[in-house]
C-alpha cells in the first residue's frame, strides 16, 4: 500500500512540474512579445499568406503564415521559435490574444535562406471588426545573445466563420422575389381597371364539344366477342343444312272385290 502511495506521489509531483514549466515558457515568451529584443543586422523576412491574402482572418479558424528568412548576416543563427499576439487596432499596447509560441530550432548560416511556418488561431469568440496582428521571429546568434524580428506588424480584419448555408444571403434573395411578384401584381390591377387587360373569368374553361350521334346495330357493339362468332357460325350452319322435302300424303288403297259371273 504504501509503494503504491509513494508512486502516485511521484506521478502528482511530475505533473505539477510540467504544468508550472508549460506556464513558465509560455509566460516567458508573453513577455517576450512585450518587451521585444534588437533584431539581428543583415536579417532579413519575408511573409505570405497561402489562404488569406486579403488579410481577412475568420474567427475559430486557423491561419498559416509562411515566413521567408535571408540571412545576410557573417555568422550563423538559429531560428528559436515563432510567436505572435492580436492586439487593439488603435492601441497595440492592449493585448487580447498570445498566440502560442511554436518552436523551430533552424540553423541558417552566413547567406542561406530557409522557410518556415507558423499558425495561430484568432478566438471564435471574437466579434468581427478590426485588429491588429503582430507576429515575430525569435533566433540566438553565435554569441549566444537573443534576436528578434517582427516579420508581420499590420492591421487586419476578424470576419465571421464561413457557414456552409447563406441563410441571409437566402433570405434576401426572396424578400426580392416577393417584391418584385407584388408589384406585378399591382401593375395588373393597374391594367385591369385601366380597361388594357380583361380580367380572367373565375371557373375552369370549358369547350363545348358537338357530337354526332350515329344508329348503331343492336349487334355491332358485340362484334369481335365470343357471343357474335357463335351467333354468326349458328346462322353459317342453318344456310348449309339441305332442306329435307316433305312427305306426301299416303292414299289408303281400297281393296278391289271381284264380281262374280252370271
Known amino acids: ?12 509531483v511530475l505533473c505539477i512540474s510540467a504544468a508550472h514549466g508549460q506556464y513558465s515558457y509560455h509566460q516567458a515568451w508573453s513577455s517576450m512579445l512585450t518587451d521585444m529584443p534588437d533584431s539581428l543586422p543583415g536579417v532579413q523576412t519575408n ?28 555568422s550563423t543563427i538559429n531560428i528559436t521559435a515563432l510567436a505572435g499576439s492580436l492586439n487593439n487596432a488603435k492601441a497595440f499596447s492592449q493585448h487580447f490574444q498570445n498566440f502560442t509560441a511554436q518552436e523551430q530550432h533552424r540553423l541558417v548560416g552566413p547567406g542561406e535562406e530557409a522557410s518556415l511556418n507558423f499558425w495561430f488561431q484568432p478566438d471564435a469568440t471574437f466579434p468581427a471588426r478590426e485588429f491588429q496582428v503582430a507576429l515575430s521571429m525569435f533566433y540566438t546568434a553565435e554569441t549566444g545573445r537573443q534576436h528578434a524580428t517582427t516579420f508581420f ?3 487586419i480584419d476578424v470576419v465571421e466563420p464561413h457557414a ?9 434573395v426572396v424578400l426580392i422575389l416577393a417584391g418584385i411578384g407584388g408589384l406585378g401584381y399591382l401593375a395588373y390591377l393597374g391594367l385591369v381597371q385601366s380597361g388594357w387587360v380583361k380580367p380572367r373569368k373565375a371557373g375552369r374553361m370549358t369547350r363545348k364539344v358537338e357530337t354526332k350521334k350515329k344508329e348503331v346495330n343492336s349487334d355491332e357493339w358485340l362484334k369481335g366477342t365470343y357471343y357474335n362468332q357463335g351467333a354468326r357460325k349458328a346462322s353459317l350452319k342453318a344456310k348449309a343444312a339441305p332442306v329435307r322435302a316433305e312427305a306426301a300424303p299416303v292414299e289408303e288403297s281400297v281393296p278391289v272385290i271381284p264380281k262374280k259371273a252370271k
Open 1 to 12: 500500500m504504501a509503494r503504491w502511495h509513494s508512486l502516485g506521489l511521484i506521478v502528482a
Open 47 to 74: 511573409f505570405w499568406f497561402p489562404e488569406h491574402s486579403d488579410l481577412l482572418f475568420p474567427a475559430g479558424a486557423v491561419v498559416e503564415t509562411v515566413v521567408g528568412v535571408h540571412n545576410g548576416g557573417s
Open 153 to 155: 506588424n499590420r492591421t
Open 164 to 172: 456552409w448555408v447563406d441563410f441571409q444571403a437566402i433570405f434576401l
